[in-house]
Structure formats: structure tokens, C-alpha cells
């Protein structure tokens, strides 16, 4: 253990130095705050930190980056909070529970505490032998991997497996994460190997909930921190969306299909200029900007006019080039999603945040870190899962999109 130790010593100080510091409801639904976090240890972060977690989300899937080694309508209602680079949860942990702020995160499926809260067993705890080890973007977990019993909300999931983080790295201002992605994520981040079932495949197999998928809704906003956000489980909340869900199934391509990946393209404007064509790539609660290759990116560039900011490492417009901004749309299956021009830029309210000046226009569409054809092309963050309401349905191998409130908002 000592040598795996001082190998994730040295991994973390070389991170760090790189990367600088990303149905129907029911009558009562069940809520409870799902917060947008705002935390950077550098400037400028937000896009480094993006793009170091694109990078280990494609060595992830490619093994690389593994630890060595209903009822009545039983749905239920989930509040995030909104804290501008990850939205957070408040989780219970044990018999009686402990409360943890856990990242809510499609794009990892381990659930695991005491990067700030430390763990604390009770009677529901038990410790399976087995060491845990995750390595993220820009930080990593090591510890123990436990089976306790979650609370979420009303929702009592028993026997659930919760790695003990004993080193985090990376994780400033949360307790960990809680993880919603493919449950083939989790293999090897055991030294046992096995898969570890996640908090909606614990859920719907005890009979918790009747469906193992998750709706989720985001809102744009201005604030540093804000709960504004409903995590759905076993189902979706109607009064979330416009219109209807739209589903498409999750992509064959590779790596992408190793997460809650689809198939899109992208074009700008009434002209249909082809900003991205059809490729594969991901949706992810765990990413704040919309990511796209390089070499669409380039694309996006001279449409838009757009130069790149050295302060926060966006692109940035001038006023008058906002003014004549189109539309970004995304082609999703059968669907056009409309990306308005104000869905496209940071808050401005926001902006010194970033590190960037409170006058300026910053576009939240940004570098992914490669050129197009490595399958997985893009990433959906939540600046664009903040326009529309999500679903990814488990079972159903399939990923829904629909309209919301918010989609023409001009929040920013």
C-alpha cells in the first residue's frame, strides 16, 4: 500500500502542477437542495480543468485510468444547488446518516465521501477489505471502499457501495462525489475489480423507485451560489419541461459509449454553417462549458468572430459582435435543440470570477483539447444541460432532451 501511496503522491503533484489547482411525478414530490458550486484554486481554471477532465474521461474508457489493481409512483425529487463551475447535493451517509456535499456527476459512477466531511461509521457500515482508488481531471480519491446505507431526500438506498476517501486531491469545498454515470465505470476502481452497483441501480433493484433512470433540471443563473436545480429519481418531473421528452439511444461509438454518450452535429446561425458534423461524444453534469474539437472550435472561431482571452482561456466578443449573434444548434436524433446567443456566453455577473474583466463577453463554448474523429468529439456540459431538461434513462440505454422555461432565457 505504501508504494501505491507514494505513486498517487507523485501523480497528484504533477496534477497539480499542469492543471493549476469541472413518467408523472408524484403528489409530495420529495425535494431537497441540489447547489451550483463555485471553487477554483487558479485562475484561469475553469477551462483547464474541463479539458484535464476530457482527457481522463477518454483514458478512463480505454482502462487507462483505473485503479491498478415507483411503489405509488415511487419518484423522487432531489434539489441541487447551482454553484457555477458543478452542481452539488446534499447526500446522508450511515444509521443515523452523516450529511455529505456530493458533486453530481453523470460522467463517473462511484459514490464515495471524505474528500472534506470525514466518514463516520455506524451500525450500517461495513468495511468490504477492498482498497478504492478514482483518478479525475484534475485530482484523484484513495481509501476504502465500504457498503452503507445512502439517503437522498426520502430515498433510503441500503447496501449501496461508498468508497472512504483517506487522500483526496482536487476537491476543495465538497465531500466527493455522487456518481450516476454507466455502472461499467466503476470496474477496476477496486482492488477486488468488480463492478460496483450505483445509487439508481441500488434504488430501483431494492424497489425504491419503478424505473432506473434520473430526470434532471438545471437553471441558468447569475449567482455565486444558488439552489436551483431538481434531480429526479425513478422517473421525471413534468413541471421541469415544455413540450415532450425526445430520446435517442446511447452512442455505439468509442470511448463515448463508455458514458452517457450520443451522437450530434452543430451548425450556427440561419446560414447552417457546419460547426461540427455528426460525431460522437457526451453529456455530462460534471463539466461546466460545452467542449467541442479543436478544429470545430476553429470553426465556432470565425463564425462567430471570437478571440481568444488569455485572462480565463475563453473566447471573448465584443459587443457588437454579440449583437449579431446567431444560434447554435444542436442535432440530436431526429431534434433541433436551439442554442441561443445568450445561452452561449458566461454570466457576465460572473466574469471577475473567472478572472476575467466585468465588461467583457466570454462564449462558454470552448476548446475540447483535440481534433474531431477520436470518438468523443464533445462534451455537453452543464452550461448547455441548463437550456433543457435531461434524462438518462439506465435501463433503456438511452439519453432524453426537451425544452424548458429556460431554453430562450436571457439570464446572462
Known amino acids: 500500500m505504501l508504494a501505491r501511496l507514494s505513486a498517487l503522491l507523485a501523480f497528484t503533484a504533477a496534477a497539480v502542477t499542469v492543471a493549476a489547482k469541472p413518467i408523472v411525478i408524484r403528489d409530495s414530490p420529495i425535494t431537497l437542495p441540489i447547489a451550483r458550486r463555485f471553487n477554483l484554486t487558479g485562475v484561469p481554471s475553469v477551462l483547464k480543468q474541463d479539458q484535464a477532465r476530457a482527457k481522463a474521461l477518454k483514458a478512463r474508457s480505454q482502462g487507462k485510468a483505473k485503479s491498478s489493481s ?6 423522487f425529487d432531489v434539489d441541487v444547488t447551482n454553484q457555477a463551475v458543478d452542481y452539488t447535493v446534499s447526500v446522508g451517509v450511515g444509521t443515523p446518516p452523516t450529511s455529505y456535499n456530493l458533486i453530481v456527476d453523470t460522467g463517473s459512477s462511484n459514490t464515495w465521501v471524505g474528500a472534506g466531511t470525514a466518514y463516520v461509521e455506524t451500525s ?15 485530482g484523484l ?53 468488480e463492478a460496483i452497483p450505483t445509487v439508481l441501480d441500488n434504488a430501483f433493484a431494492q424497489g425504491s423507485i419503478d424505473a432506473n433512470l434520473i430526470g434532471v433540471s438545471f437553471q441558468p443563473t447569475t449567482e455565486l451560489e444558488v439552489t436551483n436545480g431538481v434531480l429526479t429519481f425513478g422517473g421525471v418531473d413534468s413541471s421541469k419541461f415544455t413540450g415532450d421528452i425526445a430520446y435517442v439511444p446511447i452512442t455505439s461509438t468509442s470511448p463515448a459509449s463508455s458514458y452517457v454518450g450520443i451522437d450530434q452535429s452543430i451548425t450556427y446561425g440561419s446560414a447552417g454553417t457546419t460547426i461540427l458534423s455528426s460525431t460522437a461524444g457526451i453529456t455530462d453534469t460534471g463539466t461546466t462549458l460545452v467542449l467541442i474539437a479543436s478544429d470545430a472550435l476553429a470553426a465556432y472561431q470565425a463564425a462567430t468572430g471570437a478571440v481568444s482571452d488569455s485572462n480565463t482561456g475563453l473566447l471573448k466578443i465584443t459587443q457588437d459582435q454579440f449583437d449579431n449573434l446567431e444560434s447554435l444548434f444542436f442535432h440530436i436524433g431526429d431534434n433541433t435543440y436551439e442554442f441561443t446567443a445568450n445561452a452561449q456566453i458566461w454570466p457576465r455577473a460572473l466574469n471577475t470570477a473567472i478572472g476575467g474583466d466585468a465588461d467583457s463577453i466570454y462564449l462558454i463554448t470552448a476548446d475540447l483539447g483535440s481534433d474531431s474523429g477520436e470518438g468523443l468529439d464533445f462534451i455537453d456540459g452543464f452550461a448547455f444541460l441548463e437550456r433543457f ?4 434513462d439506465v435501463a433503456g440505454s438511452k439519453v432524453g432532451f426537451a425544452t424548458t422555461e429556460f431554453t430562450d432565457a436571457t439570464t446572462n
Open 141 to 193: 480519491v484513495f481509501g476504502e471502499e465500504f457498503t452503507d446505507t445512502v439517503t437522498i431526500g426520502d430515498l433510503v438506498i441500503e447496501n449501496q457501495g461508498v468508497g472512504v476517501g483517506e487522500i483526496a486531491f482536487g476537491f476543495d469545498g465538497v465531500d466527493g462525489i455522487l456518481g450516476i454515470g454507466p455502472v461499467d465505470l466503476t470496474q477496476g476502481t477496486t482492488s477486488g475489480g
Open 70 to 75: 415507483f411503489k405509488q409512483a415511487a419518484l
Open 124 to 138: 450500517s457500515s461495513v468495511d468490504t477489505g477492498e482498497e478504492f482508488e478514482v483518478i479525475y481531471g484534475s
Open 389 to 392: 431538461y435531461y434524462v438518462y
